[in-house]
């Protein structure tokens, strides 16, 4: 929707190797020669000078066999996860040298490009959000038009982009291989397009395959499993425990706390919630349940942590473990009504085609089919979206998710020419109606995608990626008043744990106060008051800007931008993806209740300071907005979704499936699998 100059970037393949000659040795090797063994490491990250560094981990023990163990590590934040395995490939300081060893590596004498490959799937290790973005602006990606250097798949898998000098594929390319890969990795129909176009599943898959043809001997990936749809998931699961268990390569994978850790993964290391720089349980599977067990630990972490590590046959279901009738986003078993206004989008045959002047290279995308309307059978999508409905978009990788939303952002060229409608009216004007301008759908629209992400100037100040929710782009002067001043306050504070360099807000002061006078008070309400003419706490806000914040907040920052104005639509396309699951966790109960409830220690849902005494500025999502969500991932869901759609495969050409949740999907699982239609396909068990 806004088009930020960038310069123009490669499709960058990030691999980290590491250098076998920087490596210790090891005197004994055999058959059992550890392939990695950190014996009390210290790590550090860029200084080694243990009176001034805080260590990025320490006492770190661990050992890899060359066979047989298939490690999954899981942590609460990414940072953390995408650390460890940095220190597994070879980076950051080590100390004492010694204490990380590769004698496999060594003895085998592999070559040093070739030893371990990292590869990770979160914006913060891509650069690219998972997704192959394509030149100067977001809806580049949607053009036909066709550069010289927008490689291939295949000329990218085989190494041939001239743009990447390094790039030497000739001298290790196995054709049996790659032509192995890309069945295996379902690749063959996609081989002739730009990675750029690939959509975000499908970049995934691409760069697995490209580790792969590099032949390492260990390979890491981190959140492999991020964006990919429930058959894809378990597809790629499957191929990669072939690789595994040939040991070619080996494999070690990051999760989140709460995905579930795949049947054929035998080892776990679970690193230390509370630090982040120690590990907390580490052996077998079977090990790490019974340190568990023995730990009768019943916060959240460990619920979840015990749900995901135990094998998906020998689970309790979710209803009963659950100890509440609310969901984590404190709504109830049952939607409440809530009144459908008139449409906001209006999807009247839409079909979206590329390369229609060449019919060896035209593909349809989008509405690939007929459908029956009003008893009438009619050509391509018929979708409205009313004033007060919350839907979840949903659909296999590449069945056109992200261009059914392009099209109502009107990020995407064919929006022109569709039969589509914004807010009552067309793109183009037509006679007696003007169109709708591109200023006034952004105005109208909240929007956060790992695309946003991307193109965002990253040079803005915390306080003003806010306030740009009520700017023509995000470069151009906010339209501001004393309200909009203080809902930005009221943000800011509201997240400044998750935001400010100190982690800490005036709120929790005065909620700390709260505890000695009660839950209501004429002091606190008068501080809080306060906070509504000075903002002298929020300084940070002013001179951080967004490159200052990791990953995980910048996501959190554009999504309140999504929401801050109030805009009558919502889109949150993979909004919440890669976030840590407090945060996300926090994003979604602010969704559904702005200021009013928050989470008491952690799990708990409470009535707020500002609700206890009255002084609400942002109450969460109104009757009066709609909303549309697109995730792969159950965990980032709004509990508030109501209505889903879930896009066929283009090849399938059949219509798209529409429905109703009865309550949150949390609360309903059995919903997820209506949704994927996955009883009619084989079961799904990682
Ligand atoms: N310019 C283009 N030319 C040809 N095909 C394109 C172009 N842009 C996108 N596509 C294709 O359109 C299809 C839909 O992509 P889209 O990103 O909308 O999928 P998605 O459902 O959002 O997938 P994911 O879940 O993986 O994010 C993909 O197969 C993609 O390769």
């Known amino acids: 929707m806004f088009r930020a100059q960038l310069r123009r970037r490669p499709f960058v393949y990030t691999q980290n190797t590491i250098r076998l000659s920087r490596l210790s040795s090891t005197s004994s090797l055999g058959s059992d020669t550890p392939l990695i063994r950190l014996r009390n490491a210290t790590i550090y990250k860029d200084s080694i000078d243990q009176n001034n560094a805080s260590p990025l981990f320490s006492d770190l023990n661990f050992t890899l066999p060359p066979t047989g163990a298939h490690w999954a590590i899981v942590s609460a934040t990414s940072s953390a996860r995408t650390d460890l395995l940095k220190v597994l490939s070879g980076r950051y300081l080590c100390a004492p040298p010694t204490a990380r060893s590769y004698p496999y590596l060594l003895h085998n004498n592999t070559p040093h490009h070739r030893a371990i490959g990292y590869i990770g799937f979160d914006a913060e290790r891509s650069g690219l959000g998972g997704t192959a973005v394509k030149g100067e602006y977001l809806s580049q990606r949607y053009e036909a038009h066709r550069e010289v250097t927008d490689w291939s798949l295949l000329e990218y898998l085989e190494g041939n982009t001239e743009l990447n000098a390094l790039e030497k594929p000739a001298d290790y390319l196995d054709t049996h291989m790659l032509s192995d890969v890309i069945a295996n990795l379902n690749l063959d129909s996609l081989l002739h397009l730009p990675v750029s176009n690939l959509s975000n599943g499908q970049t995934r898959r691409a760069r697995i395959a490209k580790a792969l043809l590099a032949k390492p001997e260990l390979l890491l990936l981190d959140g492999p499993f991020m964006g990919l749809d429930p058959m894809t998931t378990v597809h790629i699961s499957s191929f990669l425990q072939q690789m595994a268990e040939k040991s070619s390569p080996n494999i070690i994978l990051s999760l989140r706390i709460g995905d579930d850790v795949p049947s054929w993964i035998t080892h776990v290391l679970v690193i230390d919630p509370e630090t982040n720089t120690k590990v907390r349980y580490q052996g077998t599977r079977d090990d790490v349940l019974k340190d568990l067990r023995q730990a009768r630990r019943d916060d959240g972490f460990h619920i979840t942590l015990r749900r995901s590590i135990t094998l998906a046959a020998a689970r309790p279901s979710r209803a009963k473990i659950r100890k509440s009738n609310l969901s984590r986003d404190g709504l109830p078993e049952t939607h409440l009504p809530i009144p459908l206004g008139e449409p906001l989008v209006e999807m009247q045959g839409v079909k979206v085609s590329y390369g229609l002047d060449n019919e060896l290279s035209k593909r349809t995308v989008l509405g690939n089919w007929s459908e029956s309307v009003n008893g009438t059978e009619k050509k391509g999508l018929w979708w409205n979206v009313r004033r007060g409905e919350r839907w979840g978009v949903f659909g296999p990788n590449g069945s056109g998710k992200t261009t059914l939303l392009s099209l109502i952002t009107s990020d995407h060229p064919q929006t022109y020419g569709l039969p589509i409608k914004l807010f009552g009216r067309s793109r183009i004007p037509s006679p007696g109606e003007l169109g709708i301008s591109i200023f006034e759908l952004q105005s109208r629209i909240g929007h956060s995608s790992p695309e946003v992400h991307t193109y965002f100037p990253k040079q803005l100040s915390i306080r003003r990626v806010l306030e740009s929710a009520w700017a023509d782009t995000p470069l151009s002067k906010p339209r501001l008043t004393r309200q909009k001043d203080i809902r930005v306050d009221s943000f800011l ?150 209505q889903w759609i879930c896009l066929p495969e283009p090849s399938e050409g059949k219509p798209a499936r529409v429905g109703e949740l009865p309550g949150p999907l949390e609360l309903h699982p059995d919903s997820w699998s209506e949704i994927w239609n996955l009883a009619s396909k084989r079961p799904q068990r990682l």
């Open 493 to 642: 504070r509201w997240f400044a744990p998750e935001l400010s360099p100190t982690k800490t807000s005036e709120l929790q002061v005065i909620a700390s106060k709260l505890r000695k006078s009660g839950p209501t008070s004429p002091e606190v309400k008068r501080q809080l008051e306060r906070l509504n003419i000075a903002n002298d706490d929020l300084d940070w806000a002013d001179t951080m800007t967004f490159r200052d914040l990791p990953f995980s907040s910048q996501r959190l920052l554009l999504f309140l931008r999504a929401l801050i104005s109030e805009p009558d639509l919502i889109i949150l396309d993979e909004a919440l993806s890669g976030m840590d699951k407090a945060v996300r966790e926090k994003c979604l109960l602010f969704l559904a209740h702005g200021e009013k409830l928050e989470y008491k220690s952690g799990s708990k849902i409470v009535n707020s300071v500002q609700m206890n005494n009255d002084l609400i500025n942002f109450g969460g999502i109104q009757d009066s907005q709609a909303l549309l969500t697109i995730s792969h991932s159950t965990e980032d869901i709004p509990g508030c979704i109501r």
